[in-house]
């Protein structure tokens, strides 16, 4: 079965290092998405992404945050000047359409930032 | 966005039938009602989607009475490996036009021997 594939598991950076987390979709699915978890706290959304750009963003997706698709497989997500309290578990998500279809989660990256 | 209220904690035992409840008053027309399944530091997984009356798959049946303001997900026969949070999420396909999911803090079921 197709699955979405993220690494690192685990990343751990200094404060006010930048990190990218990578990502590999599900291989015909055509949204992308990346959701972040604190520690005890609910999945939150970060970010959507189709046709090779944002669809939709929340309010944690500021300046600090980018995401990219440098080719056809990996969509990545990029933390630039990272805080402590960017410290989560950061999941990246794809789906074929967004209307009626579920969306697959990857295994998640832990990023801890010191 | 329609909001959801859902119980914090449910306790089980293996074997058992467990059914966990979903209010969300609010609903609109469109809306549909999807559940994930998150194990400890694990992604959600999808577990199912119906938008009136029952949807069944292999792994839960989905129970939407007449009036779309509750929902029950039901897990038959549970076993320890079903210990999780449960979440149940409101919206235009499980989310906005774009798909975004919006989470809650689910019901975190625990599946005793």
């Known amino acids: 079965e197709p699955e979405v594939t993220q690494t690192p598991s685990h990343q751990v950076t200094q404060m006010g290092q930048e990190v990218i987390l990578r990502c590999v979709p599900i291989s015909n699915h055509l949204y992308f998405y990346w959701y972040r978890q604190i520690l005890g706290q609910k999945v939150e959304f970060l970010v959507s992404f189709y046709n090779n750009e944002i669809s939709e963003k929340s309010e944690i997706f500021d300046d600090q945050f980018s995401v990219e698709r440098p080719d056809g497989s990996n969509f990545t997500l990029k933390i630039r000047s990272t805080k402590l309290e960017d410290s989560a578990m950061y999941f990246c998500a794809s789906s074929v359409g967004t209307s009626g279809n579920e969306q697959f989660f990857g295994p998640g990256t832990r990023l801890t930032v010191l | 966005l329609a909001k959801t209220t859902q119980p914090i904690s449910m306790d089980s035992y293996e074997g058992q039938e467990v059914n966990i409840t979903c209010s969300h008053n609010n609903i609109a027309t469109n809306d549909y009602i999807t559940w994930y399944q998150q194990f400890p530091s694990q992604g959600p997984r999808f577990i199912i989607q119906?938008?009136?009356t029952k949807v069944t798959n292999e792994v839960a049946s989905l129970f939407i009475p007449a009036d779309r303001k509750s929902s029950t997900l039901s897990l038959p026969r549970v076993s320890l490996s079903d210990t999780a949070v449960y979440y149940c999420l409101v919206g235009n396909a499980g989310g906005t036009s774009y798909g975004k999911l919006t989470f809650g803090q689910g019901t975190i079921l625990t599946v005793h021997p």
């Open positions: 119906g938008y009136k």
